[in-house]
């Protein structure tokens, strides 16, 4: 019953923009239904973070965010699976999501800040974070190799 909601995680990477609220709710209850299975579904918006066009980047951490924020309302702070999950890659997340249009930066930058000043994550995480914004596009480390080689 729970593996029922996998296929509308997978519907992300076929989203055209804009992404509307229904659509981004919609991604999130699927997310949560399927919370036995929380790994496959941070890998699959990892996956779609990293595949998808430059103008769909932001709206996957949208979909990070609230997925993040309704587990932790949901099930608690100490019971959220999902962001220590994301937490993992979120140095390789962050280097894909800047990879967006100029204009966009500001508003990974809003989440982070947002992040920040509800204590989703703390300072320590969301630090390198903001300093990627800043640092020069480097090539992308995946499992401690430049990708492509």
């Known amino acids: 019953m729970k593996t029922m909601s996998l296929p509308q995680l997978f519907s992300m990477i076929d989203m055209k923009p804009p992404i509307s609220r229904a659509k981004m709710m919609s991604v999130t209850k699927a997310a949560i239904k399927a919370i036995k299975l929380y790994k496959h579904v941070v890998l699959i918006v990892e996956k779609f973070i990293k595949k998808c066009k430059p103008d769909l980047k932001v709206p996957g951490l949208y979909v990070v965010d609230s ?57 320590d995480v969301i630090q390198p974070l903001l300093d990627m914004a800043s640092a020069p596009l480097l090539p992308l480390l995946e499992n401690g190799f430049v990708e492509g080689q």
């Open 67 to 123: 997925i993040v924020r309704q587990s932790r309302h949901q099930f608690g702070i100490e019971k959220d699976v999902f962001g220590p999950r994301f937490m993992k890659n979120f140095s390789a997340t962050f280097q894909n999501l800047y990879l967006c249009p100029t204009d966009d930066k500001n508003k990974i930058l809003r989440v982070l800040n947002l992040w920040q000043k509800n204590g989703v994550f703390t300072m």
